[in-house]
Structures are given as structure tokens and as C-alpha cells.
């Protein structure tokens, strides 16, 4: 130090407040080196008088200060050591004064604010302290008290590039950079500018961690089969029994599970823990624990891959315990590993909601066509959103071994059993119940869509818009419902209307239509009151003859324009229909047919912006969302019995699954129905469809993804009511996620490891939506002192027994004081706001993780 800049810290100190007791400052310079004498003597100090110490004058400076000159300020310099001798006549002056260093040490301890009772640590460690940019990444820690433990712990914070100081953190980013001690670049700062061996007294303090030849990966181990022993009796770990901790094990736990679940190193971690695995052949003893050992678990990924196993290996055995499966896999959703095996999951459950679906039903009976509907919209059609959403899966990860064993299973159910069951019985009923003329009793027909909804709210002055998405079938608009109900302040009604035959598109769009007469022209258009209805220009015209104040655009142009323009396109506009193509432009061409189910989540998506704007920028309040076919699609190849042959008639039109013709005949294999109820009674049109879900034979692709015909899954369409409300409206209900409350009753922690429950308060539905909690243990200072678990509130169930559920906590091996207040913390985890804080008293009586 410079001898300005000894000078102005002694100016600092005699300029300080005096301390309690304190008249006067007296500091001793203590510079035992003898490398300061000069600098003494050439500084002066107003209104500070210096005097010399030496080994011959205590006593003599002792009578000075506390008998001759009792007023001022003392600067006294000294190259003796201060208070080594209990003989020394100043001990009691000096320990009331201020002593003050001028060498390297001395200067750090001052600046960075160490005592000099801690002033050997920086002597021992002076090699790292030279630097000033550590010195200033360790003076940004603020250490409010320093311990030889703290200042330890700084310096490897420091020498790990941490931003807090965290032997935590400095740990993990250690393992992070490398497994391999002599590559480890945070291992070398370490043993250049700290000590090795003091690096692995404290892993062992901490973590338990004291192997004879010690490296990281070893550490690595140790760490993560002392956190299965927290899950796992040791007796079923023998293999490992010597990387188990016998301390510091809570300490491994929490460890473990906050690297998993940190937001960006998560990612190296489960590139460890593939290798690890691996390395210690985890697998072996994975075979010799049961299910019950390993449903919580989520420390290495071949645990999600077992439990997969056992639920596939149960489906292939035919053991029906479909509930359990369920409950398993929607925990396994709050696991680390299950994005790794999203797909799989996903694909999985809804393969198990496909075998729960065939348990339940067992048969699907002929009955009546309107009550054949009626279970349809009620239950049946969840079997073509599961198979829907398996492939939506499958097709995300279509190399998995295991989806493509799924996928038998589910072609067995879905296309054996329920299509061909379902489909044949259909056509069974509406053969015998339905004669010449497209007509179900107790059903709405698309052909009055807009006589029943529109007509009259238009002469009553509403405005309101109409969507049309092609072949949005009855399946993917109930999930576009659920999604409006959950995101909206609006209400939603699901509706079928039963679609004319054929179920193509430009009839369909026409019935949709105001109109007086339909008619299928030789040119092979359909025409609304004597206009073209197959395109916008005549769609406008349509309906401009109801009423000027009306407007049909396609989707694609409306999404297109922004507020103002949509603002000023529907100036005055009351009646809208706006036409959506994105299921059937992808599941009717041949190329892309087999992405058809993936466009329902386009579709999805899409329409549900176009709501939303409609809703934002127009205030539009009464929206009609609807369809002009439904479609059946099936994934596996078409064997030739799913054909049939084209009979010698002269059809006008002739597709996969429907023929028109003005003949009139009865073939067997095909349903037979009079278009009267959509051309009039003077039409002699007839339109033939192959039963149950045949495909005509016709040359080239795409007979997978069809429509035209008579299913239940193209003559059922959705018909959405949705009618937008503001907030401060009456009878307004906000869309609100489930609460997840804790049920324990007992606030008193007596074990480091323990269970609590909790409970999903409202199931899911409607307006309330899933909730997703982070729960975790604070201290009074609001330091984390467990494990982080999350809970998911997605519970569909009327009972309140299948919303429960529990989570192991683990506490971090600390002195609690049983006299402090612990918390219960509970937090959104999408948003991290708190909403609820319980608080725990915590006694642990003896603490049983301690060294000798």
C-alpha cells in the first residue's frame, strides 16, 4: 500500500465515531515485518500526536496514555507483537484501541471487512486474495458475519464463477463442467488457489461423501444412490450399499432433487444420469424391486422406462387394472423424466383409456339411430379422441419401439373391435329404422341450422358470426368446447346436428346456408337459390339477399387483417360467416392425409384465435361454431375386405364413400337414401353409401382419411354455442384453477423425513381449470430446507378420494429451533405466486446426522 493510501485509512479511523466507552482514538500500528517505519515518520495527522513502541517502554507509554496526556488522539507504532505476552503492561488498553496493519493481509481483512481473529485464514490463503477481481467477486457476496466456514465457502464460490455464495451451487456447477478430475477446470482453480483436501473435508461434511480414492463421478454416485435409499430400503440396494452415505444423506437428497428440477441444469444432469446408469448397470437391480418401490422415484430414467414396461407388459397380459394405470401415469405427469418419455406416456395413457373404454362397454348394441346418437355424443366419441390423441403422440416420436407395440393394441381396439362393431351396428339400425328418406327422429338437421339459430335473431336485430370449419368432427370439437369454457368468460354449449348424406363438403356448406332450394347442377356445383354456393363470391350473395348488413370471408384472409381493418370490413355487418379449412385441406389430399390428426390441433388453435379476435377486436358476442362433415380415419393400411366394388350404376357423382345416381335400387352392402330432403321432392337423386365404414374401391391414395358416408363420426357434427360475457356482467363465472390444500391437521415435525397429504378441492371441468403447485419448507429467513415437489391439480373425478394425494419431504440436516416458526409453502407454479403458507413447528430431538 502507497503512503497515501496508508495515510488515508488512519485518516478513516481517527475520523470514525467514537465507540461506546471510547474519549479519544488511540490506534497501534503493528508492523512486525519492519517494512513501514519510513512511511510512520513521514505521515502526519492533524490533531494526532505519534509515538514509538518498543520492547523497553511499555510501561512508559502505558503512564503516557493513561496518566500524562488523557485528551488526544494517539497514533502509536510498533514492530513488537501485540498481544502475544498476557505480561504486557497495555494488553487492556490495547483491546479497547484500534490496531492497524499495513501488509498484504492486513490490507485484504480491512477491505473485505475479516476479522482479525480470521486473519490467518487470508494468510493462508493470500494466493487467491492477490487478485483483485476475486477479491471483488468475494466482497459481492456480503457476508454478514464471517466464520472460518463462510470465508471457505466464498473462496470456492468465488473460484466456481458463482453469483451467491453456495457450497450448493459451487458443487453442482463442479460436477457440471466435468466428470473427469484432471479436465475439470473449476477442480484446477481450486487446487491453485485453495486446498484439495480442504474442497473434500467439506463434500464430506455436507454430502457424506470420504472415498479412499475420491473422484467427481464417484461423488456423482454416492449422491444419487444416497438419495434412493431415502425411497428404497438399503436392504434392496446391496449392490450400491457403499455408495450410500451414512451422513449427510438429507443433504443428497435435496441436492439431487434441486439440480434436477433447476430450470437450465437439469439438462447435463440427465446426461449424467443416462451414463450412470448405465456404468453401474442399474437396470439389474431395477428387475428385483416392485412397483411400489419405484412409483415416486425419478432419479435416473430407467425407472420411467420400467414403468412404461409394467404397464405395457399388464396390457399385453390382459390384467384390467386400468385405474391404478391411470393414477400411475398421472403421476409419473410430475416427475423429472416424464418429457423425456412424453410421447410414450401419452401415448400410453390414452391406450389404457382405449382398454377401459372396451371393459366398460364390453358390446356396443344395436338400438334405435336416435339413441345410438344420443350415446355417441354421450361416451362413444371419447374412443376417436383417445385413438385421435394416441397418434398425435405416436406421430411425434413414430421410431419408438414401444409406440409401435402400443399401436397394435390400439389398432386391435379401435379398428377391430370399436369401428367395426360400432360402424356395422349403425348401419344395422338406420337400414331397418330409416326408410328412403335421411330423416332421425329427436335430432337437429343441419339442413334447418339456419332457420332453428339465425333466422329469427337476425329479424330481431342480433349480430352475430358463424364459423364453419371443414370436417370439424364432433370428438375435436368437444375438446375446442372444453378449451373455451377453461379460457373464457363466456359459456359454451355442445350441440350435434345430423349432417345430410352425402357428407361432402359442398352440400354440406350449402345446407348451412339460408336457402330456399338446393340443386346439384351437371357441372357438378351445388346452388343456393339459383347462385353458386361453392365459393365466396356466391356465399356473399346468399346472403346479402337476407340482408345487406351480412359478410362470408375465409379464415385465412380475415386472420390477416389487422384491428382496424377487421374494425372497418365489419362496420355494420350483423350476419358473418367465416369459413375455416385446415382438417380437410390436410386430411383429403393424399400427400398429407397421414398428418390429418395433427391439423385437428392446428384447427384447434387456430380457431380459438380466431375467437379470441373476434371477442377482442369486434366485441362479438354470439358465435356459432360448426361443421359440414364429420371424417373417419384410419392409420393402418386398408386390407381389401374394407373395399368394396363399385356397382354398374350410372352414378352423376361417385366418391370413397358415397355414390349419386337417379337410380333407384337395392344393393346389398350398400345403404340407399332418396335426396329429396335436400333437392326437393321433385328431385329422383339417390345416394349410395357402403356400409359400416367400406370404402369403395377406387384407384390411388388416400382412402384412410375419408368422408361422405353415414358413420356416426360423419353424420354427427358439432354444433358450439358460445356467447361472450365481460367481466361485471351478472351470472359471470371466471374461469379459476383448482386450489390444492393440505389436510393434515397436525402442524409438528418430529422426523427429517415425512409425508404430508393434500387435497384437489374442485375436480376439473368447465370453468375450473388444472392448477400446477410447487410445495416446498422455508425458514424464518425464507431459506429453502427441503426437497421442491410438484403437485398437479388435474383430477376429473366426482370423488373426492381420487383427488388426493401425498408427497415425501425431506429436511436438510440443520439445528432447528423448535422456539422458530417453519412454513408450509404452496405456489403456482406457472406464475410462482404464493398461495398458502402453513406454518410448522419443527423438533427433531436429537439430531442423528452429526460426526463425532
Not at 471510547?22 to 503493528?30: A, N, P
Not at 517494512?35 to 511499555?58: G, P, Q, R, W
Not at 346452388?527 to 339477399?545: F, H, W
Request: net charge negative; with cysteine; aromatic share 12%.
Amino acid at each position: 500500500m502507497s503512503t497515501e493510501g496508508i495515510k488515508t485509512s488512519l485518516v478513516e479511523i481517527f475520523h470514525s465515531p467514537l465507540r461506546e466507552g471510547e474519549k479519544r482514538k488511540i490506534v497501534y500500528w503493528q508492523d512486525v515485518d519492519k517494512a513501514f517505519e519510513d512511511e510512520f515518520n513521514s505521515i502526519e495527522i492533524d490533531n494526532v500526536k505519534k509515538h514509538i513502541l518498543h520492547e523497553k517502554n511499555y510501561f512508559k507509554t502505558k503512564y503516557l496514555l493513561e496518566v500524562e496526556d488523557m485528551e488526544f488522539n494517539y497514533l502509536i507504532y510498533t514492530q513488537e507483537s501485540l498481544g502475544e505476552n498476557n505480561d504486557n503492561w497495555l494488553l487492556d488498553n490495547i483491546l479497547y484501541s484500534t490496531v492497524f496493519y499495513a501488509d498484504e493481509v492486513s490490507i485484504y481483512c480491512r477491505d473485505l471487512g475479516i476479522p482479525e481473529e480470521l486473519r490467518k485464514i487470508v494468510l493462508d490463503n493470500k494466493k487467491f486474495f492477490r487478485a483483485e477481481s476475486r477479491r471483488e467477486r468475494f466482497s459481492s457476496y456480503n457476508i454478514e458475519k464471517y466464520t472460518e466456514e463462510n470465508i471457505y465457502i466464498g473462496i470456492i464460490s468465488v473460484l466456481t464463477n458463482q453469483r451467491t455464495s453456495s457450497f450448493e451451487d459451487s458443487l453442482r456447477s463442479i460436477l457440471m463442467e466435468s466428470l473427469v478430475d484432471e479436465e475439470n477446470k473449476y477442480l484446477k482453480q481450486i487446487d491453485s488457489f485453495f486446498d484439495m483436501e480442504k474442497f473434500w473435508e467439506y463434500v464430506y461434511k455436507n454430502y457424506g461423501y470420504r472415498g479412499e480414492n475420491k473422484s467427481l463421478k464417484q461423488l456423482l454416485i454416492h449422491l444419487m444412490i444416497s438419495t434412493m435409499s431415502t425411497f428404497i430400503e438399503p436392504e434392496k440396494l446391496v449392490p450400491f450399499k457403499s455408495f450410500i452415505a451414512e451422513r449427510g444423506i438429507s443433504n443428497c437428497a435435496i441436492f439431487i432433487d434441486r439440480w434436477m428440477n433447476h430450470k437450465t441444469d437439469y439438462e447435463i444432469y440427465d446426461k449424467y444420469a443416462e451414463e450412470i446408469e448405465d456404468e453401474i448397470m442399474f437396470s439389474r437391480t431395477l428387475q428385483s424391486l416392485g412397483i411400489d418401490d419405484i412409483r415416486t422415484i425419478d432419479i435416473f430414467p430407467s425407472i420411467d422406462k420400467a414403468i412404461i414396461l409394467y404397464i405395457v407388459d399388464a396390457l399385453e397380459n390382459k390384467l384390467e387394472d386400468f385405474d391404478e394405470y391411470g393414477k400411475l401415469l398421472r403421476l409419473r405427469k410430475s416427475k423429472h423424466f416424464y418429457d423425456k418419455y412424453k410421447y410414450i406416456y401419452e401415448g400410453l395413457f390414452n391406450t389404457v383409456k382405449m382398454f377401459e373404454f372396451k371393459k366398460e362397454y364390453q358390446t356396443i348394441p344395436i338400438e334405435l339411430p336416435q339413441y345410438m346418437i344420443k350415446s355417441y355424443v354421450d361416451r362413444y366419441y371419447l374412443m376417436d379422441s383417445y385413438y385421435r390423441k394416441f397418434y398425435i403422440a405416436f406421430d411425434k416420436n413414430s421410431s419408438s419401439q414401444m409406440l409401435q407395440k402400443l399401436r397394435d393394441m390400439v389398432e386391435g381396439i379401435y379398428t377391430n373391435w370399436f369401428m367395426t362393431e360400432l360402424s356395422y351396428n349403425w348401419s344395422e339400425s338406420i337400414s331397418k329404422n330409416i326408410k328412403d328418406i335421411w330423416d332421425i327422429p329427436g335430432t337437429i338437421k343441419q339442413r334447418d341450422f339456419y332457420d332453428r339459430f339465425i333466422h329469427s335473431r337476425i329479424n330481431d336485430g342480433d349480430r352475430l358470426f358463424v364459423i364453419i370449419s371443414d370436417a370439424l368432427r364432433y370428438e375435436v370439437a368437444a375438446e375446442l368446447c372444453d378449451k373455451l369454457d377453461a379460457e373464457s368468460l363466456g359459456s359454451t354449449e355442445l350441440n350435434s346436428l345430423l349432417a345430410g348424406l352425402p357428407t361432402n363438403t359442398k352440400l354440406g356448406m350449402a345446407r348451412l346456408l339460408p336457402y330456399r332450394d338446393i340443386e346439384l347442377r351437371d357441372n357438378g356445383f351445388v346452388y343456393v337459390d339459383k347462385i353458386n354456393s361453392g365459393n365466396m363470391e356466391g356465399r356473399n350473395q346468399i346472403l346479402a339477399n337476407i340482408t345487406e348488413e351480412s359478410t362470408a370471408i375465409d379464415y385465412k384472409n380475415y386472420i390477416a387483417m389487422n384491428r382496424d381493418e377487421l374494425r372497418e370490413f365489419y362496420k355494420g355487418k350483423r350476419l358473418n360467416y367465416i369459413y375455416h379449412d385446415t382438417i380437410d385441406a390436410i386430411g383429403d389430399d393424399a400427400t398429407t392425409e397421414i398428418k390429418a390428426f395433427d391439423s385437428t390441433e392446428t384447427a384447434i388453435e387456430e380457431l380459438l384465435r380466431l375467437i379470441n379476435s373476434l371477442r377482442g377486436h369486434l366485441s362479438a358476442t354470439n358465435i356459432f361454431i360448426t361443421s359440414d362433415h364429420g371424417f373417419i380415419y384410419q392409420r393402418e393400411k386398408l386390407e381389401e375386405v374394407d373395399k368394396i366394388s363399385k356397382e354398374a350404376l350410372s352414378p352423376i357423382e361417385s366418391k370413397r364413400r358415397y355414390m349419386i345416381s337417379e337410380e333407384n335400387r337395392d344393393i346389398d352392402g350398400l345403404l340407399r337414401f332418396s335426396m329429396k330432403d335436400t333437392f326437393g321432392e321433385e328431385s329422383k337423386l339417390n345416394v349410395y353409401i357402403p356400409k359400416a365404414n367400406i370404402r369403395f374401391k377406387t384407384q390411388g391414395a388416400g382412402a384412410n382419411f375419408v368422408h361422405g358416408g353415414a358413420s356416426l363420426q360423419e353424420v354427427v357434427v358439432p354444433l358450439i354455442l358460445y356467447k361472450d360475457k365481460r367481466s361485471g356482467q351478472s351470472n359471470v363465472v371466471k374461469p379459476e384453477k383448482t386450489k390444492i390444500k393440505l389436510t393434515n391437521t397436525i402442524r409438528r415435525i418430529t422426523n427429517s423425513i415425512f409425508t404430508l397429504n393434500f387435497f384437489q378441492t374442485e375436480k376439473v371441468g368447465g370453468k375450473i381449470t388444472p392448477c400446477s403447485v410447487k410445495v416446498y419448507m422455508v425458514d424464518d429467513k425464507e431459506e429453502i430446507i427441503s426437497n421442491e415437489e410438484i403437485l398437479l391439480g388435474d383430477k376429473v373425478s366426482d370423488n373426492p378420494e381420487d383427488r388426493t394425494m401425498s408427497i415425501r419431504f425431506i429436511l436438510k440436516p440443520l439445528d432447528y429451533d423448535r422456539n422458530k416458526e417453519y412454513y408450509l409453502l404452496i405456489k403456482d407454479a406457472e406464475t410462482n405466486v404464493e398461495y398458502d403458507r402453513i406454518y410448522f413447528n419443527i423438533n427433531l430431538g436429537i439430531k442423528s446426522d452429526f460426526d463425532f
